[in-house]
């Protein structure tokens, strides 16, 4: 009869041995997938203030109050490890969307080190998405409606910051849901819970770019400066051109809405921004 040690030993040399196998096999995958010929990804979306969350009196996350002065840091937002945990995926097996939106997606990435605007690190390995408008660290699922694939994932940065996207997925998210290959496609996003309220409140700005050149930009920043005296008005460098960027007194929404409304195209593309 052979010993409890040598069973041991047994179970541990054919562990050992899957292991190593699993290893060769995603080896192997990850080195097909690189010779593939694939969409180039989009630029990173230029970095927004993080934000981070508390717990509300109904057990959801939440956010903290806004600081006293409106264009200080708005703190982190934490995500669970790899975008979404197993309470999430049992909550959305359990509720119906609060909100249904739909839009072509694409994915992203980020150099080495580039923090989210949630202000964690960004990953491409996580289950997190860009979107201009909803709260930070919302729970949603993508539905690519031309193959049916979905995942859940959370929203953890801002963008995309083109007319004709709704939202910018990771390379883990895009290959979830099959749009890694195709670089764009139409998909279906239902968000199931937000630590914010989508429709009131919230801390808003207006992000205008993508300018070529430096001095464009910076002409553009000082005209927002004359034209709203109380707002914090910003030009920085993103991924591969400049942006503007103007809070509004209060980080207000309706004040942010009407600067977008009324900023001349000739200017560049204005995009409605939540903060947090």
Same mark, same amino acid.
């Given at each position: ?87 999430? @995926? ?7 969307? $609060?909100?249904? +939106?739909?839009?072509?997606?694409? #994915?992203?990435?980020? /150099?080495?080190?580039?923090r989210a605007a949630n202000g964690e690190k960004f990953s491409d390995h996580a289950l997190t998405a860009a979107h201009r408008t909803l709260p930070m660290g919302s729970l949603i699922v993508v539905t690519n409606l031309e193959n049916g694939q979905s995942a859940a994932m959370r ?69 927002? @400066? ?7 008005? $910003?030009?920085? +460098?993103?991924?591969?051109?400049? #942006?503007?960027?103007? /809070? ?5 929404r309706e004040m942010a809405e009407s600067i977008a409304r009324h900023v001349r195209p000739s200017q560049g593309d204005a995009y409605l921004t939540r903060l947090d």
């Amino acid at each position: 009869m052979m010993s409890i040690a040598a069973q041991s030993r047994g179970r541990w040399a054919a562990g050992w041995a899957c292991l190593t196998l699993a290893v060769m096999v995603v080896t192997g995958c990850g080195h097909r997938q690189q010779t593939a010929r694939l969409p180039a990804p989009q630029s990173a979306p230029p970095v927004i203030e993080p934000t981070t969350p508390t717990t509300s009196e109904e057990g959801q996350p939440t956010e903290e109050q806004p600081p006293a002065v409106a264009t200080g840091r708005i703190p982190i937002t934490r995500l669970p490890h790899g975008g979404v945990s197993r309470e999430d @995926l049992d909550y959305i097996e359990t509720h119906r969307p $609060i909100l249904t +939106e739909e839009g072509d997606a694409t #994915w992203y990435t980020a /150099r080495r080190g580039r923090r989210a605007a949630n202000g964690e690190k960004f990953s491409d390995h996580a289950l997190t998405a860009a979107h201009r408008t909803l709260p930070m660290g919302s729970l949603i699922v993508v539905t690519n409606l031309e193959n049916g694939q979905s995942a859940a994932m959370r929203i953890s940065d801002r963008g995309p910051f083109a007319p004709d996207k709704v939202i910018d997925l990771t390379i883990a998210s895009a290959k979830a849901t099959g749009v890694y290959r195709m670089g764009v496609a139409r998909v279906r996003i239902d968000v199931y819970r937000t630590p914010k309220p989508i429709d009131t409140g919230g801390r808003w700005c207006v992000q205008i770019g993508a300018f070529k050149s430096e001095r464009k930009a910076e002409k553009l920043k000082k005209t927002l @400066l004359r034209k709203y005296p109380g707002a914090h008005v $910003i030009e920085f +460098e993103g991924e591969h051109s400049y #942006w503007v960027r103007i /809070r509004p007194e209060g980080d207000n929404r309706e004040m942010a809405e009407s600067i977008a409304r009324h900023v001349r195209p000739s200017q560049g593309d204005a995009y409605l921004t939540r903060l947090d």
